[in-house]
Nanobody, 124 residues
């Protein structure tokens, strides 16, 4: 199982970024893919996840309305479109995966496989 996340960078407040997670080694679509955010000095927190089979999504309240998670099963890829970024969105974003349907609050322990992380910095 391999997850490769990419797309981080630096933007000003109000800007946008799109993160990508490419998954291999799973029997897609029977897997849920999530994104976690780890701010400097803080715990890793679940942001959003999607069940690849039917596209069911979950968003943390802090990002609802600003972030959109989508899937491309043909490419085994999940995209996190992040709009209206805030300084508190700064941190490392990790892609994660688990078998089966999952669409609810995301403790770190709910996911078994992890990408290497990509840095997002929101600053003026």
């Amino acid at each position: 199982v391999l997850l490769v996340d990419s797309g981080g960078g630096s933007v000003q407040p109000g800007g946008s970024l799109r993160l990508a997670c490419e998954v291999s080694g799973f029997t897609v679509p029977f897997v849920s893919i999530g994104w976690f955010h780890q701010a400097p000095g803080k715990e890793r927190e679940g942001v959003s996840c999607i069940y690849m089979n039917d596209g069911s999504t979950y968003y943390a309240r802090s990002v609802e309305g600003r972030f959109t998670l989508s899937r491309d099963n043909a490419k085994n890829t999940v995209l996190l479109q992040m709009n209206a970024l805030k300084p508190e969105d700064t941190g490392v974003y990790y892609c994660a995966a688990r078998w089966g349907y999952y669409s609810q609050a995301m403790p770190r322990s709910a996911f078994d496989f992890w990408g290497q992380g990509t840095q997002v910095t929101v600053s003026s």
